[in-house]
């Protein structure tokens, strides 16, 4: 499942890197939680927690239904 959350990353990588940040894969758990660093100018942008969870999380979820969620670490 990994190898599927990463593909789906790179989908929205670009997005990200065109403002300055960038995402890296923490973990996926058993129970489907995606944990993810945003880095770069994401990691202190007052609207980072609105791109995780209508960006990443978003296009995660449509590439993987299994995934309940994905949270910043």
Do not use: F, H, W, Y
């Amino acid at each position: 499942m990994k190898e599927q959350v990463e593909l789906a990353l790179e989908k929205i990588r670009p997005a990200l890197q065109r403002d300055g940040g960038n995402v890296e894969l923490v973990e996926v758990t058993d129970d489907g939680i995606v944990k993810v660093k945003l880095t770069g100018a994401c990691g202190g942008c007052p609207m980072s927690q609105m791109t995780l969870k209508m960006g990443i999380e978003k296009v995660v979820k449509q590439a993987i239904p299994e995934i309940k969620s994905v949270e910043s670490v």
